[in-house]
Nanobody, 117 residues
Framework: QVQLVESGGGLVQPGGSLRLSCLAS????????MHWYRQAPGKQRDLVAA???????RYADSVKGRFTISRDNAKNTAYLQMDSLKPEDTAVYYC???????????WGQGTQVTVSS
């Protein structure tokens, strides 16, 4: 079955950096668009960034210039490099995979990111 496993979350001070990883199995990773979403308490789950099979990327306006999404098809892994983190980036971050739809068909379990001094 399809599994997406996120890692790399944690507690970081404002201005700091984290790199999230999403290891995928059970699917044709290289043909899927990989997404990162986030959900803060009491809020909806929103798109942070996405990368297509061809390497095209898109970002939420709130993270442009600070976050970078990438993928390593040889390792079946997607990454989210997060720099200049702000308290408002605090959320559970979810990895998603989509092949034929605009939104993910498969989701990971999420990883908590907390930005606080």
């Amino acid at each position: 079955q399809v599994q997406l496993v996120e890692s790399g979350g944690g507690l970081v001070q404002p201005g700091g950096s984290l790199r999230l990883s999403c290891l995928a199995s059970g699917l044709s990773f290289s043909t899927n668009t990989m997404h990162w979403y986030r959900q803060a308490p009491g809020k909806q789950r929103d798109l942070v960034a996405a990368i297509t099979s061809g390497g095209n990327t898109r970002y939420a306006d709130s993270v442009k210039g600070r976050f970078t999404i990438s993928r390593d098809n040889a390792k079946n892994t997607a990454y989210l490099q997060m720099d200049s983190l702000k308290p408002e980036d605090t959320a559970v971050y979810y990895c998603g995979a989509a092949r034929f739809s605009r939104t993910p068909s498969y989701w990971g379990q999420g990883t908590q990111v907390t930005v606080s001094s």
